[in-house]
């Protein structure tokens, strides 16, 4: 029998109150993305039909934001190599496997988690400033989009999966 969404099955465990959302939402894209994922065509990874984002950038690219949002709520500067990672987002690369992407999105929303878990309330109306630009934001802000382009992007993965095994 499968299971009801996240924000159905009650609170995460030692995730504040006002941080479920954030939390059911990266529960839910990750066993959406894994369960998706389970048997895809490897050589089908880097594939853009229409020209829209491959199912790799997808993949990428959803470990990389949570990532940078997640440094950016601790009030630090990306470094160097989430610098590289960022540049290489998208970009074929033989080497890339997807065992390799999906263990990498798996660490990331644990580690996000984990983030969850220690964030305090209180500094969700905090300012932080986003990348060199320090544009404003808040602590809020930051994780509420982190959890939406989550979604976001585990929707646009699934059509361009969809279409990807349909064709």
Do not use: C
Not at 100 to 115: A, E, G, H, I, P
């Amino acid at each position: 029998m499968q299971q009801p969404e996240y924000w159905m099955r009650g609170p995460i465990q030692h995730i504040p109150a006002l941080l479920q959302p954030v939390a059911h939402a990266l529960l839910q894209a990750r066993d959406e993305v894994n369960e998706l994922m389970n048997n895809f065509p490897e050589h089908l990874l880097w594939e853009s039909p229409a020209n829209v984002a491959s199912p790799a950038f997808h993949l990428q690219h959803l470990t990389g934001v949570l990532d940078r949002l997640f440094t950016y709520v601790k009030a630090q500067p990306l470094s160097p190599e989430q610098l590289a990672y960022l540049s290489a987002e998208g970009k074929q690369n033989e080497h890339v496997t997807l065992s390799s992407l999906l263990d990498n999105f798996n660490k990331q929303v644990d580690n996000s988690l984990q983030q969850l878990k220690t964030t305090n309330e209180y500094s969700l109306t905090e300012f932080r400033g986003v990348g060199r630009k320090q544009l404003p934001s808040t602590v809020m802000g930051l994780l509420f989009h982190a959890a939406e382009h989550t979604m976001r992007h585990t929707g646009q993965l699934l059509v361009t999966v969809k279409i990807l095994v349909q064709s």
